[in-house]
Each structure stands twice: as C-alpha cells, then as structure tokens.
C-alpha cells in the first residue's frame, strides 16, 4: 500500500471513529500504529495531561514492557514533558547518553534500540492535550515530509478527541481525559488477566484484545471491560490471525 | 514534571497528619484544593450500601447522611457514573432531580452541590461529594483539581484497605507514580490467581508489598515476571526465584 492510500485510510478511519464507538485509546492506538507504518520510525506512543496536569501513558504502537517503562519515565523527564513546556514540536533529537537533561530516559530509550527520538505536541486553538512520542532505530533523520505526516495524523487524532460529543451530553475535557485515562486502566488490568488465564505474555493479550474488538465491532475498552468484569472469559477471545505488532 | 497541584495535595496532607489526622482530613483537603465550601468522602463497598469516610464540616456531614438516608442525590449518582455530577443551582433547577435530597440539602445550606465517581480502572470504590454555598458551576481548574483529588482518594482508601495508617498516607502515596501500567497488570493476574476481582486483587498487591517492606511497583515488576505469585489454596504468596 502506498503512502498516500495509508494516509486515506487512516484518515476515513479517525473520521469515522467519530460516529461509531468512540473510544479514546482506540483512536490513539490507530494513530500509533499508522505513525509506525507511514512514517520513517520504529515506535509511537501518546501521552495525554491528566485532569491532573500529569503526561500520562495513554498508548502505543508497541505493548512490550520495556517499551511502556519508557512511557512511565516520561511521567517525569524526556522529551514529551519538554515538548509541552517549551510549547515546541521536538524533531530529530538524537540520544547520547550520558544526558543531563534526561537522565534515566536517555539510557533507556538507547538500551531498547532507539537512535532518536521526536515529540509533536497536541493542541487544537491554544488546548493541549497531551504529546505524540516517535522513536527511531536507525541513524539518520526524519525529513520534513515525514514530520509534517505525522503532525497531520495527531492533529487530526486531537481534534476526534476534542470535537466529540457523545449522544446524550456533551462531554467536557476534563471528562474526556479522564475517561482515557480510566480506560488505560482498564486495558492493564485486563491484559493482567488475560496473561494470567491464557499463560501468554502481555503483548499476546493484548492483541487478543484488540482482535476481539476488530471482529466484533467493539470498542477497545468495552472488550476489557467484559473481560474484567468477568463477563467475557479471556478462554473466549478471538485469537489474532498473525501477529503485526512490533 | 512537578505537578503543582497533586505537589499541594501531598503537601496539604502531610499538614494535616502532623496536626493529628483524623477521617476528616482528607476532606478538608479536598475541599480546600477546590476552593469550595465543603467535601466528604463515600465509600461503596461492593454489594452493600453507601457509607461515609468522613466530612470537613458539618454541613457537608449533614449532606452525606442525607444521600445515605435517600438513597439519592449527586453522591449516589457519581457511585454509578463515570463522568462527576454536577447541579449549580440546587434552587433554581429544583425540578425533578432529586425531588426529596434537593429541598433538606438546601435547607442544610448548600447551594450548589458536585460530586466525583472515585475509581481505579473498573474497581468503583465510592465518590468525593462537595457543595458550595452560593450557586455557580465549576471552573476548569476547579474540575481538574475535582477529578485529581478523586484519583488521590482512590489510592488512598486502597492504601488504608491495605493497612497504611491515615497518619502516613502522604509520605507512602508521594513515593508512587499516579499511574503505573505494571500495577494494574499485576492486579489483572492476582484477580485470577486468587480467584478474586481486581479491587481485591489491589489490596492483596498492596498488602503485601506492605508486608515485606518492597516498593509496590517493585513487587508488581516481580509479579509480571511471575518471580512471585499468588496460591489461593495455601492462602499465601509464593517466591518463584528460590
């Protein structure tokens, strides 16, 4: 698939998340994932400001736990806190250890591979939300096509989030985030579960659920929800056809 | 990033543990972070009715026995929701709501009324219930600071269901990320190996961690690495490593 028709396709899809099952970490699961595929990088993850003002982890392209413990340290340090301080988009910054301005995320991010690494805040008319985070294995840089992809991508994921309004009322930001980060919650203690009942690892399971929501039409959360809830067994997901995910 | 305002939160407990801590505490914290009248604190404990943790005054006491004794108002709206409950004007919007809660809690002094669903994930342990007595809705800073103190109270109940004394809450929660990803992991699977849910599942993580001195987020990393587990039969925790 070219480019371009990755590009259509992930657009007609954030436009269409809209209307059906709107579900935050689904539409930034997506974008996570089409970030890593129509774009020169190895890694994507959002962050998201908490009600809080905390970066919270919110998704990725990759469930793996080394990966996630790189999101957690961002809570903290690392180029997404940085990228909404300064209010400035962080391209290219390649990772030498040591660094003094990320201390624990720099070795880290250079123990799992990644070369460099790049921020794009997302905001719509002056309201940040939250950062999309890219890694890079390779030497070398993003050219400015590629930063100017992946900016259209989160924008357009920013503005799904901030323009939905759900059927009965309309949601407010802060309600909009919380439940984001309520439903991170609840994808984590499902994969819990779902490793434990199937004997897997937390990427499989996680994978199973996001299979079980494709096939089923079913929001990203509302699957683990079941599963926590006990009212869908972990036995009972769908199994992935082939597993894509980094 | 220095949070300010989760900084303050901590800061305003730890005020209150070294002046004495009591249940009410943690509602006086609440209260003052939003700058509004009055908080208290609900608990559901899961298949029984709506208790109290405690009031900053008696106004807001006044209001939870009220939504206890009702079974009705924003409190108990916020046990079932996700979104917080809010009614800026209990007097002019006295429409059918809250037809018997509405005219006592006016009557008690509360103008306005808010109220913050308190949850960790799927496990729903109660709400943050806050008045003001004058009518007006909630700034966006106000709301945020709503929502963030609920998320503190959530790990706090948990923390005392585990066995923290309400005199070092600040210090023990402080130490904690707000939100760990390997936590909520290990709890999925201690919610199957001790046959449990996952609010109970917490409490046995944080019990235990508790117990052998180890950082919670430690243990959770161990867990997930299944160098640690949980028998439901023998009824205790077992080391994988030897």
Not at chain 1, 14 to 29: G, M, P, Q
Not at chain 1, 99 to 113: I, K, S
Not at chain 1, 150 to 156: G, H, W
Not at chain 2, 5 to 30: H, K, Q, T
Request: glycine share 6%; proline share 3%.
């Amino acid at each position: 698939m070219s480019r371009e028709s990755l590009l259509v396709a992930t657009l007609v899809e954030l436009a269409d998340s809209l209307v059906d099952n709107f579900d935050v970490i689904d539409v930034l699961t997506l974008l996570s994932d089409r970030c890593v595929e129509a774009v020169d990088v190895d890694a994507a993850g959002v962050m998201l400001l908490s009600p809080g003002g905390e970066l919270q982890y919110v998704a990725s392209s990759s469930d793996s736990m080394r990966v996630l413990e790189l999101f957690q340290i961002q809570t903290d340090e690392g180029p997404c806190v940085d990228c909404l301080r300064d209010g400035n988009a962080i391209v290219n910054r390649e990772l030498i250890a040591p660094d003094e301005r990320w201390p624990r995320f720099t070795p880290r991010a250079l123990e799992l591979g990644f070369q460099s690494v790049h921020c794009l805040p997302m905001r719509l008319r002056g309201q940040t939300i939250g950062a999309l985070n890219l890694f890079r294995t390779e030497l070398g840089f993003l050219d400015d096509q590629d930063v100017l992809v992946a900016q259209a991508l989160a924008d357009v994921a920013t503005i799904a989030i901030l323009q939905h309004q759900s059927s009965i009322a309309a949601v407010t930001l802060n309600e909009q985030l919380n439940r984001a980060l309520t439903s991170r919650i609840i994808i984590e203690q499902a994969k819990g579960m779902i490793s434990e009942s199937m004997r897997c690892n937390m990427d499989d399971a996680f994978a199973m659920l996001r299979a079980h929501s494709r096939n089923h039409n079913l929001g990203l959360t509302s699957v683990a929800n079941a599963v926590v809830s006990g009212a869908l067994n972990p036995h009972g997901l769908d199994v992935p056809k082939a597993k894509t995910r980094s | 990033m220095a949070n300010d305002r989760l900084v303050d939160i901590f800061a305003l407990m730890a005020r209150y543990e070294r002046e004495g801590a009591n249940e009410g505490s943690l509602c006086m914290v609440a209260a003052e972070i939003t700058e509004l009248s009055g908080a208290a604190i609900a608990l559901l404990p899961p298949d029984a009715d709506m208790t109290s943790m405690g009031a900053s005054n008696k106004v807001a006491t006044q209001l939870m026995d009220l939504e206890i004794t009702l079974g009705e108002g924003p409190c108990n709206d916020a046990c079932r929701r996700e979104d917080a409950v809010e009614e800026t004007d209990l007097v002019k919007n006295n429409g059918d709501r809250w037809v018997f809660y509405t005219p006592q809690a006016i009557a008690f002094g509360a103008r306005a009324v808010f109220a913050f669903p308190v949850r960790i994930g799927v496990v729903r342990l109660g709400a943050l219930s806050l008045y003001r007595d004058s009518r007006g809705s909630l700034t966006y800073e106000q709301a945020s600071s709503g929502y963030l103190m609920a998320s503190v109270i959530g790990r706090a109940i948990l923390a005392m269901q585990a066995g923290a004394s309400g005199g070092a809450l600040a210090a023990e929660l402080e130490r904690e990320a707000t939100f760990d990803f390997a936590i909520h992991q290990a709890a999925g699977m201690l919610a199957v190996q001790g046959s449990t849910n996952v609010g109970e599942a917490l409490v046995l993580l944080r019990t235990h961690a508790f117990a052998t001195d180890t950082p919670i987020s430690t243990l959770a990393t161990r867990v997930i690495a299944r160098e640690t587990s949980f028998d439901r039969e023998k009824g205790m925790w077992l080391d994988e490593t030897g």
